[in-house]
């Protein structure tokens, strides 16, 4: 950046130097430069002020592109006041706003390829690579030891991994009867494209986020073949189609049949460590060195989630997916929602930032894959195409723009929110969609440190504030609380 300035300000400079180059029009520079010097002078000058024009219009690419949040919120597919900004400007300035005394640091990526020295340890240097700018991601080889590396997995397996997703999800159909949606409500809120008919990637979409049941495009016809779904074969099921279903079909379809661990979202085992006052210390070393990898204040660091240590087995995989979600005006983050008060119809984790540490170098597949990383735009209907779903970490990973090899030691670390362009933390990263690719030989370990933040700021203060406050009550009576105790009932998988 420095050397792009200089050069413009030498190019600014030079200009009153020559007295005939008045700062005018560029249509009233040429007469009174051919009056004076030959053709071929004005040919130079001409060269030099497209030059000095490309200089300027290059400065201004990098600025927008450097500075990705403010384009990023500024790209809104939307009507102008969903622009958080605009709508904060319509809005009377809360309480909060003149107290925000913390501003997040929110790390540089410079370009893909750009390698920085970070310093996060004594007597060592690591090198950050940048993997994307969409989303912001980083790789940092050997941020962990071998001798790290065993301990976690050792810890992990001393507690005891559980299966990360149950086959069956109960409470569904309960869900179903109490709202009471008849086939046509049913039917609209499918109908994503509101074309009247129901595509393949509208149930695909549904049955993965409802049921966490994986099914293919292919696995689709079969049922619709199954249940005599699909009358005219179009692959389109109208509304009269649909009505012809019952309301559970599909499950029934499918329980009849069995669901294998390999066609559900996720298939790992998982356990949670506490890292904490009284944790291993090799836990509490990874918690600092998280925190000064992040450059975030320690106490968020220290509130966030434990530890979260997964194991694939060969044919393990993770589909595609966002570690935390969107948030809306009414959602609320599951770490503040005590604090919050407050009863609201949507909850997500509010991971500002993951870290993934590999564990251990896998012999064969285990890729994590980032699909859309650096599209230049994103488009949620292309990603399940007929014939290739981008999701679908078990088929189409080599199709995904970015994928990174799992190597012992090496952690990477991305951001699933951009920032609001005022040092917290804005809207969802779509680009940050990610998934473990299928482990086609040996074991995968890795470990994720997820850090939660609250995009509303007074709910994060809020919250650090109730947690501190017990801590104290907490020491004066003699007790070591651990400060991740909180979340003991909030470990549940997305
Ligand atoms: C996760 C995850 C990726 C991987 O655990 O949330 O995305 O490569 N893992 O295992
Ligand atoms: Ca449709
Ligand atoms: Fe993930």
Redesign the pocket.
């Given at each position: 950046m420095t050397e792009k300035q200089n050069s413009v300000d030498a190019e600014e400079t030079a200009a009153p130097a020559r007295p005939t180059l008045r700062l005018r029009q560029p249509s009233e520079r040429a007469p009174t430069k051919s009056s004076v010097c030959s053709r071929s002078y004005f040919v130079v000058v001409m060269v030099f002020f497209h030059i000095y024009i490309i200089n300027v219009i290059a400065l201004l690419l990098y600025v927008h592109y450097n500075n990705g949040e403010a384009g990023d919120s500024g790209r809104d597919h939307e009507a102008p006041s969903s622009n958080p900004r605009l709508a904060e400007s319509h809005r009377p300035p809360s309480k909060s706003e003149f107290l925000r005394d913390v501003s997040l640091t929110r790390l540089e990526g410079i370009r893909v390829g750009h390698v920085q020295k970070v310093s996060l340890v004594p007597d060592k240097v690591h090198k950050m690579r940048t993997l994307s700018m969409k989303p912001l991601l980083f790789e940092i080889p050997n941020f962990l030891s071998e001798d790290e590396c065993r301990v976690v997995m050792q810890l992990a397996q001393l507690k005891g991994l559980m299966e990360?997703q149950l086959m069956v999800q109960d409470g569904q159909e309960e869900l179903a009867k109490e709202l009471n949606l008849s086939p046509e409500e049913i039917f609209n809120l499918l109908d994503i494209n509101k074309d009247g008919q129901l595509q393949m990637h509208e149930i695909l979409t549904h049955s993965r986020v409802r049921d966490g049941i994986w099914l293919t495009p292919e696995n689709l016809r079969e049922i619709y073949a199954g249940l005599q779904a699909d009358k005219d074969a179009n692959g389109l099921l109208s509304l009269e189609e649909f009505k012809l279903l019952s309301n559970d079909a599909f499950q029934r379809f499918l329980f009849q049949r069995g669901v294998k661990s390999s066609q559900l979202v996720?298939n790992?085992r998982?356990t949670w460590l506490y890292q904490g006052r009284g944790a291993h210390q090799v836990l509490q070393d990874i918690k600092t060195r998280v925190t000064r990898l992040t450059r975030l204040p320690s106490s968020i660091v220290d509130l966030s989630e434990p530890l979260?240590v997964?194991r694939?087995e060969e044919g393990g995989h993770?589909h595609a997916?966002h570690?935390s979600g969107p948030v809306y005006p009414e959602t609320a983050c599951t770490h503040t929602r005590l604090a919050a008060n407050a009863s609201t119809p949507f909850e997500t984790s509010c991971r500002y930032i993951?870290v993934?540490f590999?564990l251990n170098s896998v012999e064969g597949g285990?890729?994590?894959?980032f699909p859309v990383a650096d599209n230049r735009t994103y488009d949620e209907v292309s990603l399940i195409q007929n014939d290739v779903d981008l999701m679908d970490t078990r088929r189409n990973c080599d199709k995904s723009n970015l994928r990174?090899k799992?190597t012992k030691g090496t952690a990477v670390f991305w951001y699933n929110y951009l920032s609001d362009g005022r040092g917290w933390v804005g809207e969802q990263d779509e680009y940050a969609l990610?998934?473990?690719?299928m482990v086609t030989r040996g074991t995968?370990w890795?470990a994720?440190k997820w850090i939660n933040i609250d995009p509303d700021y007074q709910r994060q203060a809020q919250y650090q504030h109730l947690v501190s406050q017990q801590l104290d009550d907490e020491d004066d009576e003699g007790l070591t609380l651990n400060p991740d105790l909180h979340h003991s009932d909030i470990h549940q998988d997305?």
């Open positions: 990360s996720r790992s998982h979260q997964v694939y993770y997916h570690d993951t993934l590999y285990g890729e994590t894959a990174v799992p990610h998934g473990g690719c995968k890795v994720n997305l």
